[in-house]
RNA sequence: GGGCGGAUAGCUCAGUUGGAAGAGCGCUGCCCUUACAAGGCAGAGGUCACAGGUUCAAUCCCUGUUCCGCCUACCA
């Protein structure tokens, strides 16, 4: 039995690659439905195929790998299913950038083309992220990767859409949606970011037609939108305005006469003027009010955000303005001066608002008309709801919940589709022949974006599909038109909104639409572990989804972690500069540090300030543990025995005793989601009690050969190590692995030994009673060492003594612990008995400590404590018999409390004597 | 505008059936004591944001205020 020996310190790069590698060549993490156990699933919020594992996706696969590997190693049939998504606006973005620095542009290489390009990228890049997850330790099912637009999952969502519309939940529609004129597409509300900014409210004078003198005067913050206006609007109940309704004002900049009405929907009497002026193609508000009084629509703006030339010519707007393709903020400053110059801006003044942009490039967004796709949520949102007012879904922490059900309540139909190539297409076709009418050939319009290649011959321009084209859904390309049997069919260019795979995501990753085992084993998933920014975006949608196409919830828990912000609190971003890499930390202080302070900073409800101070904590620790398996290995050698634990001696009782209590806390504390307490208790258990304690207790039998109690202190030792790395492994598991491997040892790898559970028979209160007995009076002996500046290594003799003879004796029994951690000779005796002559006496809770005072010792400091625990003593001591004075107290507190105060304030006193007689006696000392 | 969360040691944060304020880091002093200086031992440091209320008793429960976050919303 040879056993290599420990390096000095613990060097995580000697060890990670290896065990990262043995692990998923030995297949350990490969899930099976075949498998016994109870199923436990995660499915991995899947990260951009493009991008690179940030310190969130750090936090956020940390917390399901000690899930997993937590519940693998309880005998769960455990699935934890990596993946990831395909991120169209974001990944398109990224491409297209790259086709600049060439001079290209998707439009250049057309739609194939382009879209072979991306796939390409995501061949390129795609594996780096997995990778890194890999560093990472994540033990994930690599084996069952998937990505949002492999075949299956493709399958999956062409079915949910075809499903979707026959079941009248899809439907196409002319709206006004939020439109990126950057990303040149549709997105849904809530991908737009909202941002508070100071702006401008600019007051125009609209001028009666009837009467040119009388003026009505509108307030905006978008001046330019002005030539789009169809009408204006008054409150009908405002007496200044009332009787102006039904006439017609004349629109400054245009030949247009537009109609004043009456809308108390629209109209607010309190603010601006009260008279609001109607652009319904470009405003939602706006848009409504047109819907309601039936105004015409007049968009001025091409997708660019800039003027529209065709728009502005049915605007009847002054052309001398030179308007056409200016984008919109040089535009509003042109229509300003305008304005100014003849006389129809009445003021400006600043103004408070909110304005929306690109959640992916943070262009301001504009409200934009076009044809649309759109999921009608409100019967897929009902269910949803109730699932999680039932507890079915359990929302952890609980306060997510009300957040989740206002908004689901408040929810909006989905628009789906997006004018972009990188994606899943629309399974819909048009019949060019029944649809000539409806099919318009434009370089204006929405479609715009379907070109060539991708399309029959008939569509080789760019086009609008109007909302009048009847559409045919189907999971493939229908072989000719059922009404005419042409076979010239146009597909629908659009591309769906990632969110929609991504909604799938629990089950299309499992094989939906097919009845697989692996759908029937781990279907509904188990937990899902995700950060808040995507509740609504994903984590919502998942549940209707799959109550919806499963009849039955997506995952039991949902698990919501915070943001990871920098230490001083900001968001981390690139431009900032203040971004921790979790690569560079784990590679500076290893992956077990990182993995470490993250779960023990995953406190519910609370940011994670993240320094890197406080891995290097955590590097440290890891370092604490790597010793104290060297040093348990130095003293393994030799027979080990496993008494019952009963029989064992005073420090392994207690160790064992304290090593059950820290298995059940951080079993319940796993269960309930308290990573960071979980991680705390097993930082003290190991750091405070295991090392600092438990190992100096048994050095004494470990060190002396042949000792009575050596083979069994040997088991002990050896077994509360082991244990603790199983207990620790889903948390580090490198350096538990590595550990493990090293010490005597049954099995192949920690990754499958069973978790610890609790063992009643290691619970030991006696032992826990003595220890405290020992902590307390070995601390006491310490500081008396401290204050009278004896060094460490000094050996000295010292007196310690109870009040409680009950204690007294326990003192006796560890006589010989006391005076090996105290280094020194320990006397028990009755502290009465004590010489007081040349003695520090230190007294605290009825337990006496006393020390013998050399002659050369300065004795102030001694002093001074003694001074200072005598007035503590006074003031507390006041305290408690302030309330045992109170006639109210006696009379209405429970009589244990009441019982307690009393022997509380008996103890205080007699302390008080004691440390007031010490102090006496070293004050005469010093006199001498 | 609405909603939610937070305010506890210098910093980051724990702290539930109300009954003597806790940890980590940092700081101070002493130690290279044969597992570990990435360490050991000891120590300093807190009217628990503010003002009321309930209670014998409040960091904890209630009300209000202030200051930070976040989510959400069409006030032109």
Redesign the pocket.
Known sequence: MTRRQLD?????KAVEDRWSQEWLARGYFHASPEQPGQPYCIVIPPPNVTGSLHVGHALNHSLQDILIRWRRMQGRNTLWLPGTDHAGIATQNVVEKQLMTEGLSRESLRRKRFVERVWQWKATSGGTIVNQQKQLGESCDWDRLRFTMDEGLSKAVLEVFVRLYEDGLIYRGERLINWCPRCLTALS??E???E?VTGK?YHIRYPLVDDPNTSLI?????PETMLGDTAV?V?PDDPRYRHLIGKKVRLPLTTREIPILGDS?????????????ITPAH????FEAGERHKLPIISILTARAEMDGIGLREAQADASLNLVLKPVQKARAIVVEALAERGYLVKTED????IGKCYRCKTVIEPYLSPQWFVKIKPLAEPAIKVVEDRRIRIVPE??V??YL??MR?I?DWCISRQIWWGHQIPVWYCTNCNQEHILKTGHAVGATAEHGMLPDIAKWNFTIAQEAKPIVARTKPARCPVCHSQELLRDPDVLDTWFSSALWPFSTLGWPDQTPELKTYYPTSTLVTG??IL?FWVARMIMMGLKFMGDVPFKDVYIHA?V?D???Q?MSKSKGNVIDPLHVMEQ??TDALRFTLAS?A???????L?E??I?????????I??????SL?YLDGPRTALPPMQRTFPDRWILSRLNQTIHAVTTELESY?F??AA?VL??FI??E????Y??LI?PVL?TPEHPDGASTRHTLLETLETTMRLLHPFMPFITEEIWQTIPHQGDSIVVQNYPAANDAWDAPDAERYFMLL?QT???V??G???L?Y???QQIPFHVGHDDPDRQNQLHQLQRHLAHLS?GTAEVSPSHDWQAARLLRLVT?GLSVGIAVADDVDLKKAID?LA?QITDTDK?FQ??EG?LK?A??V????PD?IT??QE?VQ??SRDRALLADSERQLRAMLAV
């Open positions: 000095k310190a613990y060097d995580p509300d809530i737009v970011e909202h508070e409210l509108v307030a905006t913050t978008r609007a409150h929907i629209l109209v607010d009497l309190e603010f601006g003027t009260g008279a609001v002026k405003d939602f508000n706006d103004h408070k608002m909110a306060s997510w009300n957040n206002g908004w408040d909006k808040l920014d609504f943001l912000r230490a001083e609190g968001k202080f290893g900073m406190s519910p409800g609370r940011d994670i300030k320094a101070e406080r290097e904590g955590y590097r440290n620790f890891a370092n604490k790597w010793n104290a398996a060297r040093f130095m308290r960071d307490r705390t930082y003290q750091w405070r295991y090392c600092d304690w190992l100096e050095k060190q902590e070995v601390g006491l310490r500081t060492r401290v204050l500046n060094p460490p290594g280094r809770e404590r200072k507390e305290r408690v309330k109170n109210e107290f009379s209405k507190a429970p409390v307690e105060h509380r103890t205080l």
